[in-house]
């Protein structure tokens, strides 16, 4: 291209259009830059695609230059008229890394960098509602690849990757979907769990923000793969700019012959639909979840029959989570044993871990499976945010258990999690400093069971209430051999009756902090003395 022809084509600034940077200013920032480039006539086209998970350099544009994507950030927004005006005079819009906000290129920035991502290889990189853009970027291949194998090839694939579902549970997926296959039925389903409600859990949002149409492609995926021609995303309702980029992505979608009859001209047919929560987290669980999707209210079910054989509709039916479909088409194109070959023991591939709480560096970081916890909190979440000692960090959303320093050595690996009476769950991962009381949070898992339990069972609905009420007697009381000893029974009830793993996990965030933070228990009673 000739220097002529550069000058008249118009600059690219990528700007994030992801939850989190639209909460931290993206939109300010995409509304000067449209202001300054009329004022000064010039023509810039800004792409909003995906957060690239940096979340502490949010508001970051990206400047598309020679030598790759040069970015800048955080933007202040307190003072964006001349931050905006400075990063768009010439020198910084070929990538002048002498502007204070300079970063550098962005592939190159460390917390990036040192990530191998595989799912979210898509996400901050292209607009995730363009079709073309995705394709360019290896989307839709595996659908191609899909088309022309037989459903027994697909599942074996699925199977020999090791897959496990990234909800939480961890179940292999070929599994699933083999059962789901091997069932004699005119109707199946495909349905998304897509209903993402654990405590610093944000990496299916992520996702669907900046690459729909890897869940799609997923989901129509499964739905060849076990003979299934209608699919559902039951979305959180908390999620309204997921909810608008999904509705335009389907759209786009069936405009394009990927979803409908004879899809991409082929014999296979896929509808999809996308549901709106209830707005309530024991609709996560996937039973509640297929009840709600029926018009009833969110109940759990008592298993068997698992869904596999009678899900929605009494149908068989593959709930998987977001991240678990995402990573489908990826598998097929690339092959098993390139998925396998990440990872250790039963826990194959990546995960996308969360960062948040009392964080320096929050954001998202996929990695294959195997550093220790210390190395996300170390290595990429780069100590507290207030800077005080970090004391108590949970994995797995509000049902898992508060790890103590001694046990962030541990691999990020499900058995190995398993090991110390703790899960992975999502990844999400909620960090703490030396200020925080660690009998508060350990009521609060409680108080989180009584409030968004279903009700269905005794152990959760009225195990949590005296459950709350046992540790205010503890805190005021102390921790006499009795009222332990009524709490240890309470809690063994709950984990071995409840019907399903709302009650049952309960019981986990409440034992670490016992175990661990035993001192932080008797102060309220020290205090009244």
Known sequence: M???????CPRKIFLSRDTTSLALGAEQV???????????????????????????????????TAAGR??????????????????????????DKRHPLCLGLTEAIPYLAKQQRFSFSRVGVIDPLSLADYQQHGGLAGLHLALTMSAGDILAVVSDSGLRGRGGAAFPTGIKWQTVHDVDSEQKYIVCNADEGDSGSFADRMLMEGDP???????????????????YIYLREEY???????????????????????????????????????????????????????????????KP???????????PTVVNNVLTLAAIAGILTRGAAYYRDYGIGRSRGTLPFQLSGNIKYP??????????????????GGGTYSGRPMRSVQVGGPLGAYLPAAQWDIALDYEAFSQHNAVLGHGGIVVFDDSVDM??????????????????????????????????????????????????????????????AMGGMTPIPVQSALQHFAEDFSKQGEQDD
């Open 2 to 8: 000739s220097d002529t022809e550069q000058q008249s």
């Open 30 to 64: 995409a509304d000067r830059i449209r202001a300054s480039e009329k004022h000064r006539g010039e023509d810039i086209e800004i792409v909003r695609t995906g957060s690239r998970g940096l979340f502490w350099l949010e508001p970051m544009i990206e400047v598309d």
């Open 70 to 95: 040069v970015a800048y950030g955080p933007l202040p927004i307190d003072q964006l008229d001349e931050t905006i005006e400075s990063l768009l005079d010439a020198d910084c819009l070929a990538g």
């Open 213 to 231: 149409f890897s869940l799609i492609e997923g989901m129509i995926i499964a739905g060849i793969a076990v003979g299934a021609q209608q699919g």
């Open 240 to 302: 309204p700019n997921a909810h608008s980029i999904l509705k335009q992505a389907i759209a786009s979608a069936e405009a394009q012959q990927l979803l409908g009859n004879n899809i991409l001209g082929s014999s296979k047919h896929f509808q999809l639909e996308l549901r709106l929560a209830a707005g309530a987290y024991i609709c996560g669980e996937e039973t509640a979840l297929l009840e709600s999707l029926e018009g009833k209210r969110g109940m759990v079910r008592a």
């Open 305 to 315: 029959p698992l869904p596999a054989i009678s899900g929605l509709f009494g149908k």
């Open 363 to 380: 954001g998202l970081i996929e990695l294959a499976f195997g550093p220790s916890l210390r190395t996300l909190l170390e290595d990429f």
């Open 439 to 500: 009998a508060e949070q350990a009521r609060f898992s409680m108080e989180f069971c009584r409030i968004e339990s279903c009700g269905k069972c005794t152990p959760c609905r009225i195990g949590s209430t005296r459950g709350v009420e046992l540790i205010d007697k503890i805190c005021t009381d102390g921790c006499s051999a009795n009222n332990m000893n009524l709490l240890e029974d309470l809690c063994d009830t709950m984990t071995h009756g409840s019907l399903c």
